[in-house]
Nanobody, 120 residues
């Protein structure tokens, strides 16, 4: 399975973006999803995560502004980003853990980065 990340772009401070991370196969069931971000010259940081039961966790620097969700019918993990700040500028990467229907093997896949640029 491949992951397709989309939704990045250029937005003014205070604006919103919705990132999507979609699996290429309909027979792939998402167990958990995570979004990371990496700014130039910096390490990749975990932004948000969601489990199969819907439990979510957020980095302190996005709490109250970002929301992670998943939809297994659409095979997609989302990251709703509100009240964006210039410091949120980075390439955003999704990571999904799941398995194919009827199989027990767990697979972890990364999507390609999608660039988010927030202007002041």
């Amino acid at each position: 399975v491949q992951l397709q990340a989309s939704g990045g772009g250029l937005v003014q401070a205070g604006g919103s973006l919705l990132l999507s991370c979609s699996a290429s196969r309909t027979d792939f069931m998402i167990n958990a999803g995570k979004w990371y971000r990496q700014a130039p010259g910096k390490q990749r940081d975990l932004v948000a995560s969601i489990t199969a039961s819907g439990d979510t966790n957020y980095a302190d620097f996005v709490k109250g502004r970002f929301t992670i969700s998943s939809d297994n019918t659409k095979k997609t993990v989302y990251l709703q980003m509100n009240s964006l700040e210039p410091e949120d500028t980075a390439a955003y990467y999704c990571n999904v853990v799941g398995r194919y229907y009827g199989r027990s093997q767990i697979n972890s896949r990364w999507g390609q980065g999608t660039q988010v640029t927030v202007s002041s």
